[in-house]
């Protein structure tokens, strides 16, 4: 069946460290997977799209990694913040029609 | 605010009852979803609309959901029959079809059941 899991546990990690959040999918081929942050009772917000073809991008302190062997994307936020303390979800859109299927997120908690 | 809003942010409604939400998209954008999102949970696709026209609809959407576009700008989401199961937060995306990988979300509607 297809699939796309995130770690389901929350993650703590201490101010300034770098926080590091798996996606992993099965049975899809995407062209491309997203990062989104959602703040409690918010909507998602875009933060990072990779293509098949780009093994990295990154936008400030964000970098994401895509391994289509591998079938996973790892989110990297480095020299984290408190204000990052957000759910992250990654997502693909399989037919590239528009239609996202969403991972169910990592919590993500940046102690000061 | 030229972002995509949704009304009401919050329904509380009695089994068996119809409640309806509206979303108002970015104006430029031709493309709409519509998602739902239940606690610990990601955003689960509905339904979409490129301009007036419904494209697509999800096996979740049952005979109790429907949703319009009727001139290719706001859109509305109605539940029939409300169950508990309905919980959940409703939120509203757009995009321009040519640039459909970025979607633009909605603060959603979250609807209480009871």
């Known amino acids: 069946s297809q699939k796309i899991e995130q770690n389901s546990e929350a993650l703590n990690i201490q101010e300034g460290k770098t926080a590091t959040l798996t996606c992993n999918y099965t049975?899809?081929?995407?062209?491309?997977l997203q990062w989104y942050r959602q703040d409690p009772g918010r909507g998602p917000v875009f933060l990072l799209l990779i293509r098949e073809n780009e093994k990295e991008k990154r936008k400030e302190r964000l970098k994401v990694t895509f391994d289509t062997t591998l079938k996973q994307s790892l989110f990297h936020i480095t020299a984290s913040q408190p204000a990052d303390s957000a759910t992250y979800l990654c997502?693909?859109?399989?037919?590239?029609?528009?239609?996202?299927?969403f991972g169910q997120g990592t919590e993500l908690s940046v102690k000061p | 605010d030229t972002g995509v809003s949704q009304d009401p942010r919050h329904k509380i409604t009695k089994r068996g009852q119809n409640v309806t939400f509206r979303c108002d998209p970015i104006s430029e954008h031709n493309r709409l979803y519509w998602y739902r999102q239940t606690l610990g949970q990601g955003p689960e696709f509905l339904t979409y609309f490129q301009n007036e026209a419904q494209l697509e609809k999800s096996r979740l959407l049952s005979d109790r959901f429907s949703a319009e576009r009727p001139k290719g700008s706001f859109s509305t989401l109605e539940i029939q029959r409300t169950e508990q199961g309905d919980s959940a937060m409703y939120l509203c995306?757009?995009?321009?079809?040519?640039?459909?990988?970025?979607?633009?979300f909605g603060p959603g509607t979250r609807l209480l059941v009871l």
């Open positions: 997502a693909l859109d399989p037919n590239q029609g528009g239609k996202l299927i």
């Open positions: 995306a757009s995009s321009l079809a040519a640039s459909r990988e970025t979607q633009y």
């Open positions: 049975n899809y081929s995407p062209a491309y």
